[in-house]
């Protein structure tokens, strides 16, 4: 688990382990946030310095999977469930209503004169 990090102007920076963000809030250089997820902002200058990223996505019939990595760890993992029941459903709800006309929508008596 890692702790998300904002320099003094919002930027996001690399996220750190807890125990160094329970360290620079007890001296006084971070405040919190936000609690969900936790992220700290810093109250002094950083470098700024970010190690580039990949995102890595597999789609899968069911579930798609995304983690984010850089040189050395893991930064984020993630899983969504996609839903498989919405057919069904629509099936379901077409039952609800009855049956169009076989003809379709029909003008009767309506007539269109070319000349005028």
């Not at 919190?32 to 580039?52: D, E, M, S």
Request: proline share 6%; aromatic share 8%.
């Amino acid at each position: 688990m890692n702790v998300f990090v904002l320099n003094q102007h919002g930027e996001a920076l690399m996220p750190c382990k807890p125990q160094k963000a329970k360290i620079l809030l007890r001296a006084g250089k971070a405040q919190v946030i936000k609690r969900n997820p936790f992220t700290i902002q810093l109250c002094y200058g950083a470098t700024g310095y970010k190690q580039p990223l990949i995102l890595g996505v597999d789609t899968g019939h069911s579930t798609i999977g995304l983690s984010v990595i850089s040189a050395t760890h893991e930064v984020f993992s993630a899983t969504a469930t996609l839903r498989n029941d919405i057919s069904n459903k629509m099936q379901q709800r077409s039952t609800y209503h009855p049956p169009a006309k076989a003809g379709g929508f029909q003008w009767e008596g309506f007539l269109v004169n070319p000349n005028t």
